[in-house]
Nanobody, 129 residues
């Protein structure tokens, strides 16, 4: 069964850094656009960062641009998200997503949750002093 498994979440203090990782269980994801979304309590799931199929293009939400780096390693079926200068507003469950059906990704755009057809279970990130 195709799966995405996130790791790296936890409790950190404001100003700290954190690296999230997501490993895909199948080669199916190797050439799929990948992304990170997050969902805070009482809020909609929102796009954080994404990368195209070969890593040549990356995309960021304004809220994390300049302090985050998304990358992928197709040899290891992995996508990573390095986040720096974390604030309490970054507190959320972070989800890894893959767009296996690429036509959806092209139709909806990289920042839309509807562009992605596979999702991980999420990893909790809490930023608090």
């Amino acid at each position: 069964q195709e799966r995405l498994v996130e790791s790296g979440g936890g409790l950190v203090q404001p100003g700290d850094s954190l690296k999230l990782s997501c490993v895909a269980s199948e080669q199916t994801f190797t050439w799929s656009p990948l992304a990170w979304f997050r969902q805070a309590p009482g809020k909609d799931r929102e796009f954080v960062a994404g990368v195209n199929w070969d890593g040549s293009d990356t995309y960021y939400a304004e809220s994390v641009k300049g302090r985050s780096t998304v990358s992928r390693d197709n040899a290891r079926n992995t996508i990573n998200l390095q986040m720096n200068r974390l604030t309490p507003e970054d507190t959320a469950i972070y989800y890894c997503a893959a767009a296996v059906a690429k036509n959806q990704w092209y139709s909806w755009g990289f920042a839309s949750r509807w562009a992605y057809d596979h999702w991980g279970q999420g990893t909790q990130v809490t930023v608090s002093s």
